[in-house]
Structure formats: C-alpha cells, structure tokens
C-alpha cells in the first residue's frame, strides 16, 4: 500500500519511531503497528489525519502522495467526524444523505438569488422604501417517519467476519483464519466495531453461545470487568478481562492465570453480538 511507504518514507527521514509517533498521535501503539503492517485495510481517517499532522505533511500526502493541498482547505474535526459516519452508511444511507444535501443547497441558493435581488431592486430607486418581506426559507427537507423507520431498520455496513479465530471454551489457533464479508446494523451500539468474530465454546454461557458473531473494537487494551478478545502464547480466548486473570462466565470453568503464560496480548473488545436470526 502506497500510503504505508510514504509514512515510512518520512519516519525515517525524521527518525521516528513507532512508540514516538504512537506518543505524537495518542493512537495506541498496537494499533499503530497494524495500519503500519498493512493490516488493518481501512484505518480510520482521523487516525490518517493525527499521522499526518504528527509527520508534520497533509493528508493528500499520505493518501495520493500530492505534495501540496491543491485545494487549499484543511477538515475539521467535526468534518472529519461526518465523513467517518458518511462511510459506515449503505447505499441507502448515502442516497438519502445525498438528497438532503441537494436539497439544502438549493435552498441556500434560492435565499442567496432573492437577497441580491432584493439588494439590486434597492441600489435602483432613490425614494425610500418600506422594509420589504424578508426572503421566504424554504423547509428543510427531512425524510418522513416512514423513511426514518425504514432507515432505522435497515442500515447496514460491511465488516469482516473471523470464523473460529478465539475460543469460548479450550484455546484455538488464530492462524489461517478465513475472514469473510457481512453487514451488520449500522446504528449507534454498533459504531465502533471494527470486525466480527464467531466463537466456538461454551465457557461463557449463559449469555454467549457456541457459533455466536461478536462484534469487536480494535485495541489493545480494556478495562478490568470488559469482555475482550485476547491471544496467550498463540490460542486465542473470548474472556472477562480481570487484571491478572481471564474469567469464564459459565462457573464450570476456572479463571486463566496470565502469570502461566509468556506473551498475554489484547486484542480488542467486545462491544455486542449479532442476534440469531
């Protein structure tokens, strides 16, 4: 990927490392690591932005490797926010974004003609003139209840799904994992998932079943009583993280030492599950 050699292009000019651009951007390093290795394959803009600023170039830089902003404007973080929203949409979604902003921008258009002419009308008569009706605002357009329903309910985006990358139960391998696209809801319990996971196992039952689609932040790091996703020496478990320990639901189960392992990694938390249809 273009934009990964660019990024190092620069850290190496400037001999940055990884933990410093980690510390200049607040991006944790472990996900630093993985937009660096190619990994992750759609890192978050205002992760792109915080490089970018951090490297001290642009961000068309970094994506298209244009030396100089041509079009002489930077985003904002409210900007960069929408657009980030815009990209979890489906075509629905977007169609329907689309069509309120043509609205709106007919709309100031249709405001800003009246109010020349009313200013020319002005400029031309030398007798004083009453103050004339200010110009009408035409409503802004706001899709009906039915449509919002519609798009409540129906609102999808894409997300990888891991089939069997951790285990509910005994520890399985994380290596050749096929990943596989799915939609999942688009709404706000779901805005942070970065992928999906289905869990073999049935060391968290009651509330997790075998064959259960979680729905996973990456990071590298959750509080003490969240469910997380983590790898010890290789085998990969769906636990409740409890500072020196991993912790099973289904009492059957006993806690996981993580003193009895060498590498203890996170690798990110559970935010949900898919409903079983």
Partial sequence: ?????RIKKIKSERKITNEKLSDLTGIPLG??????????DSPKLSNMVLIADALGCTLDYIVSGTPENTNNYTLSA??????????QLDGHGRELVSMVAHKELD????VAEQTSASAVRARSTKTVQKPTQSAKILPVFTPTS?????????????????????SAGPGVYLDDSIAEEISIPSNERTASTDFALRISGNSMEPKYHDGDILLVEDTDSVEIGELGIFV????????KYGGDRLI?????????LLRDYAEA???GRVVGKLKRK
Avoid: Q, W
């Avoid at 990927?1 to 050699?5: L, P």
């Avoid at 996900?31 to 992750?40: C, E, M, V």
């Avoid at 039915?146 to 951790?166: E, G, H, I, K, N």
């Fill in 1 to 5: 990927m273009d934009y990964i050699a």
């Fill in 31 to 40: 996900t630093l690591s993985k937009i660096l290795a190619g990994i992750s």
């Fill in 78 to 87: 409210e900007e960069i926010a929408f657009i980030e929203d815009y990209r």
């Fill in 107 to 110: 709309r100031v258009g249709m």
């Fill in 146 to 166: 039915a449509a919002s329903a519609a798009t409540a309910d129906f609102a999808r985006r894409p997300v990888l799904l891991y089939d069997l990358p951790v």
């Fill in 232 to 239: 010890l020496d290789g085998n990969g478990y769906f636990k």
């Fill in 248 to 256: 099973s639901l289904n009492s059957d189960y006993g806690d996981i």
């Fill in 265 to 267: 990694v996170c690798c």
